[in-house]
Structure formats: structure tokens, C-alpha cells
């Protein structure tokens, strides 16, 4: 079975620009969800998307928006990227909307760099 | 949000046993407890979850305290390759498949 995929792996952007970042889950999962990972926030969590639907936000900025498709595949997208956008950015898929007790499994991430 | 908190950093001899303590002294009747791991350049990857008992799969054992107020992952016997961050997170049953993330505890573990 095939895991979460990611692409592309690395990015450089420059300020200002806009960057829109994939993720296919795992084949049957239909909840995506996506993190920001930097050395001094950590992982911070930035939405999740159900059945094409926004359920959960984080808090960021309007910039950092999401979108899921018919086949659970998703895009994030950061419009006006900032320095403090240089990030690793990771996709989680999970069976199932979640109560609680169901697994999520991550990508490999995308490294994001913004020159 | 519950919150939780662990050890910044903790080391271990290979193949000797692991316990990793977390606190969760609000945790709340609906909160599962779950931990994570993220070994060096991965994106973080399941390990276990629990919600009042004790729960043991293929790579570790959680013991959860009576009154769920604090609980211990456990390596029994670690290897250099169990070498990651290890996350506790407490996840509401009610709040989709969000997991807050906290500093997590950096496990090293010396050969």
C-alpha cells in the first residue's frame, strides 16, 4: 500500500510569490490535514479537509489556504510568502473524520525556502 | 486545549528499556492519549494511543495512570534506530483528526 505522497520534496520561492504544495493520502483515506513544522514553533497544526470539506483551522494567517478534491487529494496554497514561511510543511491522511482514536500517517514533507 | 508536558530530552543504553513520561493533569474525559515519534529528517509517524487502560502493540507498551492524569511510553529494548522525538498528545474525541503538538521529548540512545 502506498504511503502519503508529497510533492514536490523541496521548493525555493522568493518573497512575495505565492507556492501551492500537493498531497496524496492514502488510497480509502478520506481526511487530509496539513502541519508547519519550524526549529522555533515546532509542529503547528494549519487545517484539515474531510470529504472536500475544511472541518478543523488552525491559527495562520488568510495567506495559507487549502482545498480537497473529489479523490481526497490535496493542495495548500501560501500567497505572499514571507521569510517565516521557510518551513517543512507535512500532509497527515487518516481514514475516517476522527474520534479520537484513529491513526494519522505523514508525508515525507515538502522543505520549503523563501530567498 | 488539554495540554501536556514531557521531558526535553532523555537518554538510554541500546537494548535496555525506555520510559518516557508524559503529564496530562487536565486531560478530559473525551481525550485519547496518543504518541507519536519523528526520527531525523521524517515527517512524524504513529507509535500508540490509549484511553483509560494499559496498551501494548508491536512497538510499545503505554501504561496510563488511574486517574489519567499522566502516562509512560514504553521501549523495551531500545534500539539506535528508536532515536527521535517522542510526542504525547492528547487528541478530543470531538475534534476531528487535529493533533496539537507540544516540544516533545528527544530520545538518544547510546550503543
Known amino acids: 500500500k502506498a504511503g502519503v505522497t508529497q510533492t514536490p520534496r523541496y521548493l525555493i520561492k522568493t518573497r512575495g510569490q505565492q507556492v501551492t504544495l500537493s498531497c496524496s493520502p492514502i488510497?480509502?483515506?478520506?481526511?487530509v490535514s496539513w502541519y508547519q513544522q519550524t526549529p522555533g514553533q515546532g509542529l503547528q497544526f494549519l487545517f484539515e479537509y474531510f470529504s472536500e470539506t475544511q472541518r478543523n483551522k488552525g491559527n495562520f494567517p488568510g495567506r495559507f489556504s487549502g482545498r480537497q478534491f473529489s479523490n481526497s487529494r490535496s493542495e495548500m496554497n501560501v500567497s505572499t510568502l514571507e521569510l517565516g514561511d521557510s518551513a517543512l510543511y507535512l500532509c497527515?491522511?487518516?481514514?475516517?473524520?476522527?474520534?479520537?482514536?484513529?491513526?494519522?500517517?505523514f508525508g515525507q514533507g515538502t522543505r520549503l525556502t523563501v530567498v | 486545549d488539554a495540554k501536556t508536558t514531557q521531558p526535553n530530552s532523555m537518554e538510554s543504553n541500546e537494548e535496555e528499556p525506555v520510559h518516557l513520561p508524559c503529564n496530562h493533569s487536565?486531560?478530559?474525559?473525551?481525550?485519547?492519549i496518543h504518541w507519536y515519534r519523528q526520527l531525523p529528517s521524517q515527517g512524524p509517524e504513529y507509535v500508540i494511543h490509549g484511553l483509560t487502560s494499559n496498551v501494548n502493540n508491536r512497538m510499545a507498551s503505554l501504561a496510563i495512570a488511574e486517574d489519567r492524569k499522566s502516562s509512560t511510553l514504553i521501549l523495551h529494548r531500545a534500539t539506535l534506530r528508536d532515536a527521535a522525538v517522542y510526542y504525547c498528545?492528547?487528541?478530543?474525541?470531538?475534534?476531528?483528526?487535529?493533533?496539537?503538538f507540544g516540544g516533545g521529548t528527544r530520545l538518544m540512545v547510546k550503543p
Open positions: 498528545i492528547l487528541r478530543d474525541r470531538n475534534a476531528g483528526n487535529m493533533l496539537t
Open positions: 497527515a491522511s487518516s481514514l475516517e473524520s476522527g474520534r479520537g482514536n484513529t491513526e494519522a500517517f
Open positions: 488510497s480509502g483515506h478520506r481526511s
Open positions: 487536565t486531560i478530559s474525559g473525551t481525550d485519547y
